[in-house]
């Protein structure tokens, strides 16, 4: 699923260009469409480049870290889109040399529409499609896990938050959701892969990106408990659910708690699943929530004390402010 046409010598000169702190007055124009916790999601305003969507990783000290990367990037897709049946949108990479800061690997993925994706449809479907959506993304998301009881040897983990989903073929005059419907999973750049219980991702890739007076902490007591749960398919749910507070619909959280247990019990009950509660989803996102909002506000600090004190360049572009 490779994309063709990538101008590897205009993300050259856009890296060149770049003003982490404000990237709306980088030379380049480009037109930020996310945030990551490491990564930066846009598209760059030039015509040759347009229809696809650039994710900006600058965590790489080798090319040998990147060849590892980038192919584990690759056999992930193939692996959900071959192996377990989840669709993902085609996808390229791209590799950038600064002449100062980390090496930089591009993502590259086709533009889908903005209103397609899922956190999206949540302000313009109502209730009962959104619960049919819900529902889809469910049964999506037990491909994963059937595939993983299933295999000897390779386990599999995903994000499953809806932001991370998007419509298939969607009518933007007049969305619907029916249990037909086909989604993508497009956030496929962290390629949680298992084998025989060894980590094929290198967490200490991603936690470049930590402020680095606190490298040390997160290591010891954080890790390993953030990346176990992607690959525990009631804490994924769970995640899902709780991030309806952050996209302002908690009002769907008692329909979607409701769903998801009925879920478990008459179409995943040989997974067994334990049932969700209201209070595990409201304890989880206070948790989250905090944690998440302490993490930026510490890498700004970070910045400062890179950029004012050490005089050295923050390749990391920070999201502003949060609505959570």
């Not at 590897?8 to 890296?15: A, G, I, P, V, Y």
């Not at 990783?57 to 959900?80: C, G, Q, V, W």
């Not at 419509?167 to 007049?174: E, I, R, V």
Request: contains cysteine.
């Amino acid at each position: 699923m490779n994309i063709k046409g990538i101008d590897t010598d205009l993300l050259k000169r856009f890296e060149l260009g770049l003003n982490p702190k404000a990237p709306e007055k980088s030379l380049i124009p480009a037109r930020i469409l996310g945030y990551g916790e490491i990564s930066t999601i846009f598209e760059i305003l030039k015509e040759n480049q347009q229809g696809l969507a650039f994710k900006r990783m600058p965590i790489f000290l080798s090319t040998d870290e990147m060849d590892r990367y980038e192919a584990l990037f690759i056999h992930y897709n193939k692996l959900l889109s071959e192996e377990i049946g989840i669709m993902v949108p085609e996808y390229s990479t791209a590799r950038v040399y600064p002449k100062t800061g980390n090496m930089v690997v591009y993502i590259i993925q086709e533009k889908l529409p903005p209103e397609s994706l899922c956190h999206r449809l949540l302000h313009r479907l109502d209730t009962a499609s959104l619960k049919t959506l819900f529902l889809v993304i469910l049964r999506q998301m037990m491909k994963v896990w059937r595939f993983n009881a299933n295999s000897n040897a390779t386990l599999m983990g995903l994000d499953g938050q809806l932001s991370n989903w998007a419509l298939k073929d969607l009518n933007p005059a007049d969305p619907s959701v029916t249990q037909d419907s086909e989604f993508y999973y497009i956030d496929t750049s962290t390629p949680f892969i298992r084998i025989n219980g060894k980590e094929q991702l290198e967490p200490e890739l991603f936690l470049r990106s930590a402020p680095s007076f606190l490298v040390w902490l997160i290591r010891a007591f954080f890790l390993q408990g953030v990346l176990d749960r992607y690959y525990d398919f009631h804490l994924v749910v769970v995640d899902l659910i709780a991030n309806l507070y952050k996209e302002q619909r908690p009002d769907l959280i008692g329909d979607f708690i409701e769903a998801a247990n009925s879920f478990f019990v008459h179409e995943a009950s040989d997974l067994k699943i334990n049932p969700i509660t209201v209070g595990e989803v409201k304890s989880y996102y206070r948790e989250d929530a905090f944690i998440w909002r302490l993490f930026l506000a510490l890498r700004r600090l970070d910045r400062i004390i890179s950029t004012y004190i050490l005089n050295r360049p923050y390749p990391y572009i920070l999201p502003g402010k949060i609505k959570r």
